[in-house]
């Protein structure tokens, strides 16, 4: 395995490739427009309350935008909304 690791290592060393903790990386999920990887706990506060709003249906949605370009960057935070 450490031979694999080394192989990929050295094939990214242009692009910058780095090492990286999983929980870095979870923790900016959202960000990255990825959804929960089965880690969230069955029970939680305020459970009840979210199933309550899904079942009567829901009026937002949590949608990502991807802009192709290489000469500006994003700033974050900042909404887009349609219809209202």
Do not use: C, H
């Not at 990929?8 to 903790?21: C, L, R, S, Y």
Request: charged content about 25%; aromatic content about 10%; hydrophobic content about 40%.
């Amino acid at each position: 395995m450490a031979a694999v690791y080394q192989a990929i290592m050295a094939a990214g060393k242009e692009e910058g490739i780095d090492n990286f903790g999983t929980y870095a990386m979870n923790s900016l999920r959202l960000e990255k427009g990825f959804r929960g990887w089965g880690a969230e706990p069955a029970d939680f506060i305020g459970k009840a309350a979210l199933q309550e709003i899904k079942a009567k249906g829901l009026k937002r949605k949590l949608s990502y935008i991807t802009l192709d370009t290489d000469d500006v960057d994003p700033e974050g935070n900042e909404t887009i909304w349609l219809n209202g």
